[in-house]
């Protein structure tokens, strides 16, 4: 019964502030200019007697994956920061009065953001296939909008997108400095594990530790993305379940280390 | 009506590394009356009452809202209101929204954030985000806060800082109004003039120690009663009263009589046909017992 209220009043907190749309405005934006454009780029390949990349029946999903691929980053903002203000704004003070139960309290948050990342993963697949989908046609691609596969896709990266979110809570649980958290999902996601994934693909072993990154899990599980494809496919690759295993490992592991160190501090 | 239950504090301790930032508290907090929780700036009053609302883990002791600590509540915001000092407040967040997230989570109606913000008078501002908030607009949203679940007990830390003249009457009524309902008021503050006006029973701690707690009244534990006197021949007033037998020291605006009462100065001028211009009893036992109490360095 209290959780049920905790979700609620979590929900209120995530949408009574300007952060989600202005961080969802900016995704949109970014993951549309990038399917968009990669879809123009595929497309005037196609039509170039150089012969296309990719056989034609890939390009879709690829270029719908630029939801994940590139948008990933917006949940776990969005889950890091939910945490991140509490500390900051000492709003813990007033959430662990209205409820004591300061596990509750998590759980609700980790459900919340779990669906508000499903929720931005709407929008960026709304973006990523919206503008995929429009410039592929006007090149004459099939944009393969009825085809089962794509509908399993488009369920895959929502899931994705839902466990990003919950990774940034249990980021955000972990580093409660808001200006450390945000550096860290920059510094992380846009710098440190594109490196990693390249570097690892060089030797075998390191290949098998790589495609645990959070990154590869991620991709595994949504099936197809630009590093997959410049990787040339051939690279090692968890099955997409285990992929969305491997997150979903990384958020409880980052959540429960979180809970037992800031989350039970005393709120002073 | 919601009743007041007492809040008991039974050996209180918390330690922070070597240093003890409250030791061994323990006494009754009564419903029906307003009690002053009252201690000089660090003297342990927050950490206290952040212990007895389960936000800080007391290193021994306990504290309780009769006999049940705050995170065993059932409904804790229709049991206890709390406003405590720091600003709990996300900027960008209306003040309606600020107190919908928390009735939500507590399961109120949702009227309740409309009624809080009408009881502190906050009702024109509720669409205003909070971060535009004057600091005795977030001391009456605090209050809101607290008032949210309507709750027998009323815990509040320094709530009349940082309110204007008017909002300090106003605060006043309030808490003695809710008093005289049957709840608990419990209010910190770290200077005994602030609620000199509005508590009847007053625990004074320093140091993280209990130093005194009883009625006001007995705070004025000091023998000594001073009268201000004053006329238009001063010169010879305070003749007269010295050859009477006390000690009398000038002030810019009269003399000053130790240990007398008005009564039997006025007498003395009386006799000595001195037309007075001025004559009072001055009461200063009440801050200077509770300087003593909280010792001279706690009062800057």
């Known amino acids: ?268 | 009506m919601p009743t007041g239950v007492p809040i008991e504090f039974s050996g209180l301790t918390k330690q922070f590394g070597q240093v003890a930032a409250v030791s061994d508290l323990s006494f009754t907090v009564e419903p029906g009356q307003v009690t002053g929780f009252l201690g000089p700036n660090g003297a342990g009053k927050t950490t206290t009452l952040r212990m007895l609302l389960g936000l800080v883990q007391p290193s021994s002791g306990s504290a309780s809202f009769g006999g049940t600590a705050y995170a065993q509540l059932d409904s804790p915001l229709s049991t206890v209101g709390a406003s405590l000092e720091a600003a709990s407040f996300h900027p960008g967040r209306s003040a309606r929204n600020h107190l919908a997230v928390y009735a939500q989570a507590a399961g109120l109606p949702k009227t309740a954030p409309d009624a809080a913000l009408e009881k502190v008078g906050l009702a024109g501002y509720a669409n205003r985000r909070v971060g535009g908030y004057s600091l005795g607009m977030r001391q009456r949203l605090g209050l809101a806060f607290a008032l949210l679940g309507d709750p027998g007990v009323l815990v509040l830390d320094e709530p009349i800082n940082g309110l204007d003249p008017e909002g300090i009457k106003w605060i006043r009524l309030l808490l003695r109004a809710m008093a005289a309902e049957g709840r608990t008021v419990l209010i910190s503050s770290h200077l005994l003039s602030e609620v000199q006006q509005t508590v009847d029973e007053v625990v004074i701690i320093s140091h993280g120690t209990l130093v005194h707690r009883g009625e006001l009244s007995t705070l004025d534990t000091s023998d000594t009663k001073q009268v201000q006197v004053n006329a238009d021949d001063r010169d010879r007033l305070a003749e007269i009263i010295r050859g009477a037998g006390y000690t009398v020291s000038n002030l810019r605006s009269g003399v000053l009589v130790d240990n007398a009462e008005a009564g039997e100065i006025g007498r003395l001028a009386f006799d000595a046909g001195i037309p007075l211009t001025g004559l009072s009893q001055k009461r200063t036992g009440l801050e200077e017992s509770f300087l003593t109490l909280v010792g001279e360095e706690g009062a800057l």
Request: hydrophobic share 55%; net charge neutral.
């Open chain 1, 1 to 268: 019964m209290s959780l049920v209220h905790a979700v609620r009043s979590e929900t209120t907190k995530i949408t009574s502030t300007r952060l989600w749309w202005v961080l969802a405005l900016i995704m949109v934006g970014y993951v549309g200019i990038c399917a968009g454009g990669l879809g123009a780029i595929f497309g005037g390949l196609g039509t170039n007697t150089n012969g296309p990349v990719l056989p034609d029946a890939q390009i879709p999903l690829l270029i719908y994956g630029f939801a994940t691929s590139v948008g990933y980053v917006f949940p776990v903002l969005f889950g890091a920061l939910a945490v991140t203000s509490e500390f900051r704004f000492q709003s813990l003070t007033p959430t662990f009065l209205a409820t004591p139960r300061r596990g509750v309290v998590l759980a609700a948050k980790l459900i919340t953001l779990f669906l508000a990342g499903a929720g931005f993963g709407v929008l960026a697949l709304l973006a990523s296939m919206g503008a995929g989908a429009a410039v592929l046609a006007g090149f004459g691609i099939d944009p393969l909008l009825s085809d089962p596969a794509t509908w399993a896709f488009v369920g895959r990266s929502l899931l994705a997108m839902a466990l990003w979110a919950a990774i940034g809570v249990g980021l955000g649980t972990l580093v409660p400095s808001q200006v450390a958290a945000i550096v860290i999902v920059l510094a992380f996601t846009q710098f440190v594990e594109p490196l990693l994934r390249l570097g690892s693909g060089i030797t075998d072993w390191s290949a098998q530790i790589g495609q645990f990154l959070p990154g590869s899990a991620s991709d595994a599980l949504v099936g197809s993305s630009i590093y997959t494809a410049m990787s040339g496919g051939g690279g090692v690759a968890l099955e997409w379940w285990q992929g969305g295993l491997v997150l979903a490992a990384i958020a409880a592991v980052a959540t429960l280390i979180g809970f037992a160190t800031s989350w039970r501090r005393d709120v002073s």
